[in-house]
Structures are given as C-alpha cells and as structure tokens.
C-alpha cells in the first residue's frame, strides 16, 4: 500500500491560511488523495480528495504537485475550529475500500 | 439523516466481561467498516462489510472478536472475553458504494475502557 508522509505537528495564527503538507512518493496512477480531519472527541469527517487536478471546496483547497507525489492541503483562513488532526490518505483501486490512516498531523490554532 | 448512530457512547467493564458494540449506519449505504483507535496503533480498520457481508476481516485482533451485520440498519462488534488491552475508541463508517473516491462518514465512536 502506498504510504504517505506528514508533520507531527504545524501551528497557525488564527484567520491565516495554513498549508498542511503531504508526501506520497510511491503514488500509483489510479490513486486518489483523501483528506480527513479528527476534531477532538469525534470521529473523523471527510475534508477534501482529489486524483490529478487541484480541487476546491467550501472547507478547503487541494493542491496536487504535477508529479502527484506530494500534496497540500490548504485551509484559506484558519478558525479556532478547525485545530484537528489532519489525514492525508491514499485510495487506490484494489485496496478502494480501505483507508490507511497514518498518525497525521496535529494542527494547532493560535488565537 | 442523523449520520451514523453508535451506541454505547461510553462503555466501563471489567477484565473477562463480553462486550457489544452497536452501529447503525446511514441509510442507503451499501458498506459499513469498523475501526479502532489507540494512541499507539492509530487508527486501524478491523473489518468491513459489503451489502451486509463481510468482505475483509484481516484487521480483526483476534478470535475474541467478531462482527456481524444481520440486517443493512444494523451491525454489532462483539469482544468476548475483553481484555484491559481492547480499551480503544471504536468508530464505525458507511459509504454509499465502494469506489476509491467514495467518501466515508464517520459515527462519533465508542469509547471502551477494559479495567
């Protein structure tokens, strides 16, 4: 299964845009990047995917590298709220209905 | 739709007791997975269903679990006899149908404490 690499932890000053980054060097081509996001106390909530292109949504923007072996995920104006763990995941066709949480990374929002 | 229902929220029991999960999930999806969460393995996938059968149990620990799915409004995730090391948190999800760009929705989880 590919494997993606993400920062322990990153801080963010509160409505400042943060960019949350993900390697994915052994990406294959039928892989689709997934993002999901852990509030404290909650199960994880779907944020954002992707396959080649950069997509945007009302919670957030992703921007794919060309080569597709890293990711950004970019919160345009950070809130109190948004301090979560954040999951960068690989889907891919033989393995689609199963995800591979790494340990994320832990977000902090300064206020 | 009130997304998927997990029940008990909190559950406290002792060593050797058996202990029952509870998942309902969203209506209409076809896929229904159950993970654990520990601060040192993370979250990991246990074991999803397919249309009420299951699919892939590789992630279950051991023989002391088991998971069914009678009916597609219900599955349950049973630990007989818990041990102090099954205290997790325990989430359950439903996707609508199994493709890698489908989107998984998340219970609010269960949180075992074995004692």
């Known amino acids: 299964d590919a494997k993606t690499t993400q920062p322990n932890s990153m801080e963010s000053n509160e409505e400042e845009p943060v960019h949350l980054p993900c390697n994915h060097s052994t990406i294959s081509g039928t892989d689709y990047i997934h993002w999901y996001r852990q509030l404290p106390s909650q199960g994880p909530e779907y944020v954002i995917h992707g396959l080649t292109s950069n997509v945007n949504n009302r919670m957030a923007s992703l921007a794919i590298a060309e080569d597709r072996k890293s990711s950004t995920l970019i919160l345009h104006r950070a809130t109190l709220r948004d301090a979560a763990v954040y999951y960068c995941?690989?889907?891919?066709?033989?393995?689609?209905?199963?995800?591979?949480f790494g340990t994320g990374t832990s977000l902090t929002v300064i206020p | 739709d009130a997304g998927v229902i997990q029940s008990p929220r909190h559950e406290v029991t002792e060593m050797g007791q058996e202990v029952t999960l509870r998942c309902k999930p969203i209506s209409g999806h076809d896929y229904l997975f159950w993970y654990r969460q520990t601060m040192m393995r993370g979250l990991e996938l246990l074991i999803y269903?397919?249309?009420?059968?299951?699919?892939?149990d590789s992630g279950m620990p051991e023989d002391r679990f088991s998971a069914k799915m009678p009916n597609a409004s219900f599955s349950t995730l049973k630990i007989q006899p818990s041990e102090p090391r099954d205290s997790a948190v325990y989430f359950c999800?439903?996707?609508?149908?199994?493709?890698?760009?489908?989107?998984?929705?998340f219970g609010p989880g269960t949180r075992l404490l074995v004692l």
């Open positions: 269903f397919n249309n009420n059968v299951p699919i892939d």
């Open positions: 995941i690989l889907r891919d066709r033989g393995t689609g209905n199963q995800f591979y």
């Open positions: 999800a439903s996707s609508l149908i199994g493709l890698q760009q489908e989107t998984q929705y």
